[in-house]
């Protein structure tokens, strides 16, 4: 009985250890299998950590090729302007510095077609005569149809012819004025045109431009003031340049003091602190205040009609007053809304071309052409 108490006891005992270990080897299986799943765990965690960084690193990458591309495209871009740019830069170069050296044989060119008073006479005496004398002869000849009858004797046949001659030319005359008053009109505008065209040449297309812009802003400052062209002022021998336009303020016309000094080849000062204005030309001297109705005339005050002023940052003056008083000549046109300023002993358009210096020359041209005119009886008393 003992002996076998001993031996479960020693079985116990021998069996004790063994489930221990199974005891620890449960729990240290468990152990392992949760460190697996963490490891598991990890890795994914891991790989999902580097699919994104490689993700955003290839964004990224693309994000960069695509600003490359950008800043390359707007880089060539801006060279092709910047070509550009310099291409029409030096063409305008070129094309300013053919210009000015062109520019005093250009003006003369076109002032060359302005022409003398003989020439103007020639031309429209030739262009008048040549239709009136024609038309007068017709008239005659139908006229002398209707009066003359074959029976008529000889000296009442030139009796009849006489009438009639006297009749035709007093219509001449009376026709000849009309058509004489068109040609010198016609003629003045074409010398006007031809002028202005001169004054246009010596600016160059970004001063047109600038002056274009000035004349904007007048116009906007000014509303009630009228704008002229810089071409408008015109000269069959001076230069006139402005980089301000021309205005007519109350009937009268204003010009830029400088622009008009240098066209006059006269001297001209400034004093800013009485805001006067001296032009000194061939021992002429005028003194003008700005916004005075007084000027100094060689050191006497001369009642003004227009006063200086200062417009858009520029001081203009009355240009007849200022013309006149250094001796010379202004004509306003108020068709072609120009002013003609000539040297004194110059002619000015106007004068070149009268209807009077044209008129009795042509009409003494015409009356002996149509008083030697003879008429052929026999063709009459054909008829």
């Known amino acids: 009985m003992h002996k076998r108490i001993v031996t479960l006891i020693l079985a116990g005992v021998l069996m004790l250890p063994t489930s221990s270990f199974a005891m620890e080897n449960n729990k240290q299986g468990s152990t392992n299998g949760n460190v697996n799943v963490k490891k598991v765990s990890a890795r994914q965690d891991t790989k999902e950590k580097m699919k994104k960084e490689m993700q955003e690193k290839l964004k990224y990458e693309y994000e960069m090729k695509d600003r490359m591309k950008k800043e390359m495209q707007e880089k060539l871009k801006y060279e092709n302007e910047m070509k550009d740019k310099m291409k029409i830069e030096v063409k305008n170069s070129l094309e300013k510095e ?12 076109v002032r060359e077609r302005i022409k003398t008073r003989e020439e103007v006479k020639k031309e429209i005496n030739e262009k008048i ?22 029976e008529l004797r000889e000296e009442e046949k030139e009796a009849i012819k006489e009438k009639i001659r006297k009749k035709m030319i007093q219509k001449m005359k009376e026709d000849m004025r009309k ?18 065209e001169a004054a246009k040449e010596a600016y160059d297309k970004e001063e ?36 301000t336009p021309p205005v007519v303020k109350e009937g009268r016309t204003l010009l830029p003091v400088r622009g008009i000094a240098e066209g006059l080849k006269a001297d001209i000062s400034w ?21 005075s ?8 005050e001369v009642e003004l009609d227009s006063k200086a ?41 106007d004068e070149t071309i009268t209807e009077e210096d044209i008129e009795k020359e042509l009409e003494t041209e015409i009356e002996t052409e149509v008083e030697s005119e003879e008429v052929e009886n026999n063709e009459v008393e054909a008829n």
């Open 179 to 196: 058509k004489l008053k068109q040609e010198v009109k016609k003629e003045r505008r074409e010398q006007i045109k031809a002028l202005k």
């Open 98 to 109: 053919i210009k000015e050296k062109t520019k005093p044989e250009m003006i003369k060119k």
């Open 293 to 300: 109705n007084v000027a100094i005339v060689d050191g006497k």
């Open 129 to 150: 005569k040549k239709e009136m004398v024609e038309e007068i002869k017709k008239e005659m000849q139908e006229e002398l149809k209707k009066e003359i009858k074959q």
């Open 309 to 349: 002023e200062i417009m858009n940052g520029r001081t203009v003056i009355p240009v007849r007053f200022v013309a006149e008083n250094l001796g010379l000549k202004v004509k306003w046109d108020s068709e072609e809304e120009s002013i003609e300023i000539e040297e004194e002993g110059s002619e000015t358009i």
């Open 208 to 243: 047109l431009i600038k002056i274009e812009e000035r004349i904007k802003t007048l116009k906007e400052e000014y509303p009630n003031m009228r704008v002229l062209p810089v071409q408008n002022i015109i000269s069959k021998k001076m230069n006139f340049k402005f980089d």
């Open 271 to 291: 004093d800013g602190e009485t805001n006067e204005v001296t032009i000194t030309k061939d021992g002429k001297n005028i003194v003008l205040k700005i916004d």
